[in-house]
């Protein structure tokens, strides 16, 4: 980085460091990030200050920036309440569907993630509770697009045929 870049970001920050922790504050749903988050925007910043440098609205580019860092921030935050309501959607309201009508409880599923490797339970979770594209999880999971969807109906699977002998069990 050179010295016009330097100049550049410490203009950014000392003008707009207090608009964007106002900003993160507004459309985080947990405060307690909200420095976290306004700091990594200037990480991305440092990372990608070509682009920034290039930018027409450096200020947009900043704000542009922070909204997708809240955004990841704001699914990580969501993915415990979504776990429930999207697994029961995509595999177990279709195997028991008078059993959906009731209310789910984490514990039982939970009680399933043993049967799964954690990278499997990972990709199902990102893939139904943080609405994640098989495109995206290839590339945060360094595989290819048809092992993760693989990897995914054979999680779903084993999830099905587990829940299955446990209900004949009952």
Known sequence: MNS???????????????NLINYAGYILYNSDYVEDVVQETFTIAVQKIADLQSSNNQVGWLYRTLQNVVRNKNRDLQKPNKIISKITQSTFDQI?????????????????????????????????????????????????????KMRILRAKSVLRKEIQKDNKKL
């Open 4 to 18: 016009d870049d330097s100049k550049l970001l410490e203009e950014l920050y000392s003008s707009e460091y207090q």
């Open 96 to 148: 028991f569907p008078t059993t959906a009508e009731f209310e789910s409880n984490i514990l039982f599923y939970e009680s399933y993630k043993h049967h799964l490797s954690e990278v499997d339970w990972t990709l199902l979770c990102e893939r139904y509770c943080d609405g994640y594209q098989y495109e995206e999880l290839s590339k945060r999971h360094n595989l290819s697009v048809s092992a993760c």
